[in-house]
């Protein structure tokens, strides 16, 4: 026998004998699903990650946070901006995680196009479940600190939160989120 009918062979038994088993196969959409969520997931490690690494005064706000959620963001100008993206906020207790997306809007000066990521602390379980559950908005005095000083910033949260934004050019404490909406993403919630 050929080593390509033994591959058929094989992969017409794996796809048969669930099925005849009687064991429900995952469709396509919920497949679709897994692999959004596992891709949002291996960006999130890898964004908390690199805060680790680059900020031990962040490591420390980590360690004592109820919670984190980390966005991947893009974000365009041409005398209006706007962005969107994907994240996922998880409980550090439970390790239940729940996938949000977000959007931001406004006037901008600038033209371009600029990709980073957003890492929310939650300082306590109110303040994070306010996050997951009731989405949030972010005001318009939600500005970036530049450059070393957001890195060497104080380890504290402010109002429950410490956010980090993490660009090509660095790590920031306070991100530039103003005008930045977030809620759950209801279809990767489901079935989850």
């Known amino acids: 026998m050929k080593w390509s009918s033994v591959f058929i062979l094989c992969l017409v038994t794996a796809m048969c004998v669930p099925a005849l088993a009687g064991e429900a196969q995952p469709s396509h959409k919920e497949l679709k699903k897994a692999s ?5 997931d291996e960006m999130a490690a890898e964004s908390i990650k690199e805060l680790m690494s680059k900020s031990k005064k962040a490591r420390v706000l980590h360690n004592k946070s109820y919670g984190y959620a980390v966005f991947d963001n893009l974000k365009f100008a041409f005398g ?12 550090r207790d439970t390790g239940e995680k729940t996938y949000m997306k977000m959007g931001t809007a406004g006037l901008s000066l600038g033209i371009g196009g600029q990709k980073y990521q957003v890492i929310f602390l939650f300082q306590d379980k109110m303040t994070f479940d306010n996050f997951v559950n009731k989405g949030w908005e972010a005001g318009g005095n939600a500005n970036a600190v530049a450059g070393p000083v957001g890195v ?8 429950g939160l410490a956010v980090y934004q993490i660009t090509e050019g660095g790590l920031m404490l306070q ?3 103003a ?14």
């Open 179 to 192: 005008g930045t909406k977030y809620w759950k993403y209801k279809k990767l919630n489901q079935g989850s």
């Open 175 to 177: 991100a530039d989120i």
């Open 36 to 40: 959004k969520r596992a891709k949002i």
């Open 80 to 91: 209006l901006s706007g962005g969107g993206g994907v994240g996922v906020a998880r409980n």
């Open 152 to 159: 060497n910033a104080p380890a504290t949260f402010t109002n």
